[in-house]
């Protein structure tokens, strides 16, 4: 009886988990996509990214991925379109950037949002910012605020940009487990942290004057908008323990006095001096959020005939689908199709940014953009934060490559990795044995040596794959081979010296690229932008909106089955989980060659 009864309360407990689950799904439907709400008169817009800043929402594989604890993303072009809105609509009285929940950002997507935060100064409106604390990307972002406020017990953590991996080669001797590398590129070292226990030297002397240009871009960003200059910050992130002495290991105070920010206070402080001013009587008593207002614009559509489709191509490309998201070959070479079949459709903007990944993925959308510019439309690709090996492949034989001076592009070089497991196996006991009809026959086992004629066969593929690099970029950019071999060698490059040595033809953002190719198109009536995305079953769409929306209506999603010391791992070293995915990818025994660069900035 007691046993019929607790299984009784443990299925009303299921039921109404599920019910209430059900309940949270359908009024978050609702509410993104059913209704469109208002925006007050005399509004105070709230601006808050959450999670990572990105070209195009990366949908998982799964409702729920491994490990899923309120995922949340924010896409550039709607905060973009928010901010550009704002500018002009007499409802919204000023802006409160509230950067706390915002993760990784590029340098690129960071000025573009700083440029359009100026653009919405120069209307006469205001814009605060607040946080506990700041990191570097929030506060690139926040310096662009009329007034920044910061908590008295935090801190601007601006340290500097830098490139650190992990190198397993040690940890793979101690498992007998030999990594066979095959490149072509003296700078391609995406695999290196595979076959050595520290970075190369040409991949410190690549990375340190790529970290250098970026840097001395963040530095000028931040002294044209504070009153700091930018050897003074240097000197500050030179000699750290100085300057928080001269300040009584006071974080908070020595970013006042270095005009870091220019008020210290606690949120409900900021709230009542900078918003609901009780003592004025002129305070803004509406506030409208950000994905509330997004909403409220509705569709971008003006309803022109001509169209500039843009394709976005975010994340690593792949021959499958990555459990992160990104770009795989075969779905995006159809989605290139069917936009060359539609004849609304006058020009296509590609906008890349990716850092490669497979080759054959990469040469399935080279070959589909090259049919869609046989159909007479014209194509430029606007290069986002980074456009680089698999990126570049993509990209460069476009009528125009556009890129922004902080960029991360080239890496034209190539690899192929093939673990293999003998020896590791032999330390165990296990042995391989068995017969074949060549001399090569089961060579590519991993639990057996690699054979050097097939060792010797797999680096002269890789070199006819660099060399097929080589001649798709020379070929595009109207170069010869020796220029193209020069600039190659798998070395990124940024956006900047991209144009100066020809691997771009213009400096500029996605807007002069739309205007590239209406210009091109002859679309001087005007045209419609529209963004061009596979029809989304209603499962992916329901993970859009929890990509986009999760936080605001299911703030502490957590499952009960991850493992504790991979949850540690995440929160405590998210970099490290986010370098390695696509290492994991390399490892695979089916092998393949890959055009990606491992450059990673922080």
């Known amino acids: 009886m007691f046993a019929r009864l607790l299984h009784f309360f443990d299925t009303l407990r299921r039921t109404l988990s599920a019910f209430i689950f059900l309940l949270l799904i359908g009024a978050l439907v609702a509410a ?67 950067t706390g929940d915002m993760g990784h950002a590029s340098l690129v997507a960071l000025q573009a949002l700083g440029d359009e935060l100026d653009a919405f100064k120069k209307s006469g409106k205001k814009i605060y910012a607040y946080a506990d604390n700041y990191s570097q990307g929030q506060y690139l972002l926040a310096a662009h605020a009329d007034a920044i406020w910061l908590d008295p017990m935090g801190m601007v953590l601006v340290k500097g940009f830098s490139s650190y991996r992990n190198y397993f080669r040690q940890a793979f001797d101690k498992m007998h487990v030999t990594i066979h590398l095959f490149r072509a590129g003296e700078y391609k070292s995406a695999a290196e942290p595979l076959v050595r226990n520290a970075m190369s030297q040409a991949a410190k002397r690549e990375t340190k004057a790529l970290l250098d240009q970026l840097w001395s871009a963040y530095k000028l960003d931040i002294a044209r908008q504070r009153n700091i200059t930018p050897a003074a910050l240097q000197n500050m992130l030179d000699h750290p323990a100085a300057a928080i002495r001269q300040h009584d290991g006071d974080p908070a105070k020595l970013a006042l006095d270095m005009h870091l920010v220019d008020h210290l ?15 004025s009587g002129d305070g803004i008593t509406n506030r409208v959020a950000f994905k509330t207002y997004l909403r409220a614009l509705g569709s971008e559509s003006t309803g022109k005939t001509n169209q500039i489709g843009i394709l976005t191509a975010s994340g690593a490309i792949s021959d499958g689908f990555l459990e992160g998201g990104g770009v795989n070959g075969d779905a995006f070479s159809k989605l290139i199709e069917k936009t060359a079949k539609n004849d609304a459709i006058k020009a296509v903007v590609l906008r890349i940014d990716s850092p490669g990944g497979s080759v054959q993925a990469s040469e399935k959308i080279r070959n589909a953009l090259s049919r869609l510019r046989k159909t007479g439309k014209p194509l430029i690709v606007s290069m986002g934060g980074m456009a680089a090996s698999g990126g570049y ?3 460069a034989e476009a009528d125009e490559i556009w890129a922004a001076p902080t960029t991360l592009t080239g890496s034209i070089g190539v690899f192929a990795v093939f673990p293999n497991l ?10 391989s044995d068995g017969v074949g009809t060549t001399r090569i026959s089961g060579g590519l086992r991993p639990d057996r040596p690699l054979p050097k004629a097939l060792a010797d066969t797999l680096q002269a593929g890789v070199d006819h794959v660099y060399t097929r690099f080589l001649d798709i970029v020379a070929k595009g950019r109207h170069l010869t081979h020796a220029q193209t071999e020069k600039i190659a060698e798998g070395r990124v490059w940024t956006g900047a010296d991209a144009k100066r040595l020809g691997l771009a ?16 198109a002859g679309l001087e009536d005007g045209y419609d932008i529209t963004y061009i995305s596979p029809k989304r079953s209603f499962r992916e769409q329901l993970l859009e909106n929890l990509l986009g929306d999760a936080n605001a209506w299911l703030p502490r999603i957590t499952l009960p089955i991850e493992n504790p010391a991979a949850h540690a791992v995440r929160h405590m070293l998210p970099q490290l989980w986010h370098d390695n995915a696509y290492l994991s990818e390399m490892l695979r025994p089916s092998g393949g060659v890959h055009a990606y660069s491992g450059l990673l900035i922080r």
Do not use: C
Request: no cysteine; proline share 5%.
């Open 32 to 98: 993104v996509v059913i209704n469109r709400p208002s925006v007050p008169d005399d509004a105070l817009l709230v601006l808050k990214p959450k999670g990572e800043i990105v070209e195009a929402l990366n949908i998982p594989i799964s409702i729920f991925p491994s490990g899923f604890s309120s995922v949340s993303q924010t896409r550039l072009r709607d905060l973009i379109r928010v901010i550009r809105s704002a500018k002009d609509d007499a409802r919204i009285h000023a802006i409160l950037l509230d």
């Open 265 to 279: 206070g606690s949120r409900a402080g900021f709230l009542d001096k900078i918003i609901n001013k009780p003592a």
């Open 393 to 395: 492949w993509i990209a």
């Open 422 to 431: 003998s020896k590791s196996l032999a330390s165990l006991g296990i042995a």
């Open 505 to 520: 033809d213009k400096l500029g953002g996605l807007d002069a690229a739309i205007a590239a190719a209406a210009e091109r």
